[in-house]
């Protein structure tokens, strides 16, 4: 992992104490709202429906035991006991109060972790994908890239202040884990006659005008691609509209402008930018590059080929949460925070020691989190599985539903957001509790269900392959329907299925769907989203609003 | 024809802890909605919340929310000030706790 320098580290104190000034000046009244508003917002600190949020960076999703210890430590000390896991690989809290931020501030800064730039039209923590430096199949561990991008972004002083916020993923991965196409720039590590680096794509995104990005460049080497991305966020922040909100994201300045003259200025701005970075960036990367070296692996798998031989459970939870390591006797697991009835993302301080413990003892020191909003032990020894698994389990964590409808991505909606327009939480926990009682979903497989409790699309269900967006109709919420999303490589934007339903109908319509679906299907190994594509909207949508199809008869 | 105007009660956020706050007859805050003042014309409305908005040293975004008269005293009328007024689904936390 990333190793903070005393640079990282009196950077981190001195911000620290200048909002620490800032907000006791406006406790005493010498700061008004306004004036404080954006430098809370500076430093990740929100006001909700019901309370404070701090919004903590997690970049690229990767963290250690000490730094899961310390989080835990924020939740018992200054808020209810638990945090929620972001899409964006964050960590919120719900609860804090205005005088404990500049010590929770501290605190993070004390492992090295912050909440700088986790708001404000700026550039935003930098995520990647999940199982970095870990799957089988990558290309290249894209988490050095992520860092140094962080790095060139935080405090950038000409970014400060873009149109709006601005969202940078990076995947090493063919499969894309990351959801580089929903990204202001998504960067995919690919190789070119034996060079890696970057495609970059630009002008993806969800919220009210969800638009998939387009290829700007199909190949970025390494030492092209600060001055590379710093140019397109020039471009940008000319170029992007100021006079809308709602139109300032790079999207709608890629369609507006088109993305070959968007090319064309890139091309342009980068000449001079190019000639201005001397060498310094490549040679910080080859330093960030060691400190992201992979553990040494120990060979042997102990006795888990008879372990999981013996035990269906135990087989369960591995055939669904664990995948291919690219180390034979490893693997990747991920945990599930998505308990049948729990809220999606959430961990007790109790349940993130206990992740932490594992990390420290069993799995090389690392975790992740995901933008799904599970954790993930990337370097799990096999070895070590049942005992993990045993661990697991006496912690309420050991749910198998990777991957299945009860895995389902929420964003706080309206029991949090200050933005949301209906509740995301309660229906994400109806519909997996459904599940559950309906012991259906390992049947069902594959399936991406997730809920935005707003246009803003935080709960990314553009991209579901059932996508639920809650809305107010006229005071009472109602819940939209939207199919055939995907967030992979290929990715493609949901389509509305027709009218929403209630708060108290949405449920009994997502099982009426998925029933449909194993009607429609033409094997087990067919999944919701291949039955998609093959049949198209109309079955489903007669499985969804069945009595239209019988007004139609 | 005069509008109809839709009784409101003024609420925000209290600066320290965040909390849903409604501006009672006195002018002080409560955190409980049945002890709001139920304004019935604009004009009073507007004032009451230049009002909330001159204490800043104790709240934050002060607005009009519609309400209606209840048995215990003024009731929120859309979800989004009832959820306000109790806390979040998915814990006893916010109000609720108390």
Same mark, same amino acid.
């Given at each position: ?15 620290? *104490? ?85 010590? @929770? ?7 090295? @972790? ?39 972004? =935080? ?53 009210? =005008?969800?638009? #998939? ?36 994201? #790079? ?38 590059? *060691? ?60 349940? @993130? ?7 420290? =003892? ?39 539903? !990777?991957?299945?409808?009860?895995? #389902?991505?929420?964003?706080?909606? @309206? ?15 109806? !519909? ?22 707003? !246009?803003? *699309? ?96 | ?98």
């Amino acid at each position: 992992m990333y190793a903070y320098t005393d640079f990282d580290r009196d950077f981190l104190a001195e911000r620290n *104490a200048q909002f620490r000034a800032q907000v006791e000046r406006r406790i005493d009244g010498s700061l008004t709202e306004d004036e404080f508003k954006p430098l809370r917002l500076m430093n990740g600190l929100y006001l909700q429906l019901h309370a404070y949020m701090l919004r903590v960076a997690i970049p690229y999703g990767t963290l250690n035991g000490a730094q899961m210890r310390q989080l835990a430590m924020i939740a018992d000390r200054w808020d209810k006991g638990y945090g929620h896991f972001t899409t964006r690989q964050n960590i919120q809290y719900n609860w804090p109060q205005l005088r404990d931020v500049p010590d @929770m501030l501290d605190a993070l800064g004390e492992v090295g @972790m912050h909440a700088i730039q986790t708001s404000g039209n700026t550039i935003r923590n930098v995520t990647a994908d999940h199982f970095a430096g870990a799957a089988a199949e990558e290309v290249a561990d894209p988490r050095p890239v992520a860092e140094l991008i962080r790095q060139w972004s =935080t405090d950038h002083p000409e970014f400060q202040f873009l149109p709006r916020k601005f969202k940078v993923a990076v995947t090493g991965s063919a499969f894309d884990r990351a959801v580089t196409a929903a990204h202001d720039i998504g960067l995919r590590l690919v190789e070119r006659n034996g060079e890696i680096g970057a495609m970059v794509l630009v002008g993806g995104g969800l919220g009210r =005008t969800p638009m #998939i990005g387009k290829v700007l460049a199909d190949f970025v080497a390494f030492d092209d691609l600060l001055p590379y991305l710093e140019a397109i966020v020039a471009v940008y922040n000319l170029l992007g509209r100021r006079d809308n909100k709602y139109k300032a994201r #790079i999207k709608i300045t890629v369609h507006e402008n088109g993305i070959d003259e968007i090319r064309r200025l890139v091309d342009e701005e980068f000449i001079p930018r190019r000639a201005a970075f001397n060498g310094a960036d490549m040679a910080l990367l080859e330093k960030i590059k *060691a400190d992201f070296a992979a553990p040494d692996f120990v060979a042997g798998s102990g006795e888990f080929e008879a372990q999981y031989a013996d035990d269906p459970v135990f087989r369960s939870f591995v055939d669904t949460n664990a995948v291919d390591h690219k180390h034979p006797d490893y693997t990747i697991l991920t945990v599930s925070l998505k308990a049948h009835g729990a809220t999606p993302g959430d961990a007790t301080s109790d349940q @993130m020691r206990v992740l932490a413990d594992i990390a420290e =003892t069993y799995a090389h020191d690392e975790l992740r989190i995901s933008h799904e909003q599970n954790v993930i032990l990337p370097h799990l020894p096999k070895r070590h599985l049942r005992t993990v698994f045993d661990t697991l389990a006496e912690a309420g964590l050991a749910t198998a539903n !990777i991957g299945l409808a009860s895995d #389902i991505i929420a964003c706080p909606g @309206m029991d949090y957001c200050a933005l949301a327009t209906a509740r995301s939480i309660p229906v994400a926990q109806q !519909i997996a509790t459904r599940f559950e009682e309906l012991k259906l979903e390992h049947e069902v497989g594959p399936l991406k269900i997730k809920i935005s409790g707003c !246009i803003n *699309a935080c709960g990314h269900h553009h991209v579901g392959h059932i996508g639920i967006l809650g809305l107010d109709r006229a005071g009472v919420e109602n819940y939209q329907i939207t199919l055939g999303g995907d967030g992979g490589p290929d990715a493609v934007i949901g389509e509305r299925a027709g009218p929403g339903f209630a708060y108290d109908q949405v449920v009994d319509a997502i099982e009426r769907l998925v029933r449909g679906y194993l009607e429609l299907r033409e094997s087990a190994d067919e999944t919701f989203l291949d039955a998609y594509k093959r049949l198209g909207a109309a079955p489903f949508k007669a499985a969804l609003y069945p009595e239209a199809k019988a007004d139609a008869a | 024809m005069p509008r109809t105007f839709t009784p409101k009660v003024v609420t925000a956020n209290a600066l320290l802890e965040g909390d849903v706050v409604y501006l009672t007859a006195h002018g002080d805050w409560t955190r409980d909605h049945a002890e709001a003042d139920l304004i019935k014309d604009e004009g009073t409305a507007e004032i009451r919340l230049l009002e909330a908005q001159a204490q800043a040293h104790e709240v934050v975004g002060p607005y009009l929310a519609d309400a209606t008269p209840g048995a215990r005293g003024p009731e929120p009328v859309h979800f989004r000030e009832a959820f306000r007024t109790r806390g979040p689904s998915n814990y006893p936390h916010g109000k609720q706790e108390a």
